[in-house]
């Protein structure tokens, strides 16, 4: 990547030093630079210990904002992250990088803003709650029909049929759950992720 000689982690400045677009070309492995909010980061060393893994690496010379927005919740926690700080965007330049068309970046913001104020980025605990107790529910329905009708051809059948439905919504439900996607606190994520997983499956 061409641009100006700047460390990662490079000291503080009264006045952020200005780049063009030209010189944030920074996309190979050993030095990777991106736009946040026309801020300007050197992520070269931090990349290997983001926590989403390499995706971060596919930004690297570009803007990228709104996939920050994307695939981060708390972003107060996240800008706590954001320390290799190098500079700013200087002010004739365009706020994406010129790959990119500028209808369809405003186009996405517009329709996750309409997303955001029908709440349907907030999982329904509820829902979720509902779904869990129908698996069970099925599971258990499985297990007294074995037990209250035998192993006949019918009553196996029955069941058959039963555990796989309770089974395939398992399956979903613990997918859900394994991407941290219902909780806010990753820990409660992991532990239905798990009791699902380990016992219902």
């Known amino acids: 990547g061409r641009g100006r000689n700047q460390g990662e982690g490079a000291p503080d400045r ?7 677009w030209e010189e944030i070309q920074h996309n190979l492995r050993t030095d990777k630079w991106l736009v946040i909010a026309r801020k300007v980061y050197n992520i070269t060393k931090w990349s290997s210990r983001h926590p989403g893994g390499r995706v971060i690496g596919h930004y690297a010379g570009e803007d990228a904002t709104d996939a920050l ?16 700080l190098i500079g700013e965007l200087a002010p ?9 068309n500028s209808q369809i ?5 517009a329709l996750r803003k309409t997303a955001e104020d029908m709440n349907l980025f907030k999982s329904n605990h509820l829902f979720f709650l ?14 007294f029909t074995v037990f209250y009708f035998g ?33 806010k606190k990753s820990m409660w994520n992991h ?11």
Do not use: C
């Not at 009264?14 to 063009?20: D, G, H, L, V, Y």
């Open 191 to 201: 532990i239905v992720h798990k009791f699902i997983i380990g016992h219902l499956k």
């Open 14 to 20: 009264e006045a952020p030093m200005p780049f063009r």
């Open 151 to 183: 192993n006949g051809w019918i009553p196996t059948v029955i069941t058959a049929f039963v555990l796989a439905t309770s089974q395939a919504q398992a399956g979903w439900l613990q997918h859900d759950y394994g991407h941290l996607s219902v909780y």
């Open 130 to 143: 509902l779904h869990l107790a129908h698996i069970i529910a099925m599971e258990t329905i499985a297990w």
């Open 105 to 109: 970046t405003e186009d996405f913001r």
């Open 69 to 84: 927005h994307a695939f981060h919740r708390d972003l107060d926690f996240v800008r706590k992250f954001l320390k290799p």
């Open 92 to 100: 004739e330049e365009p706020s994406q990088d010129r790959g990119k």
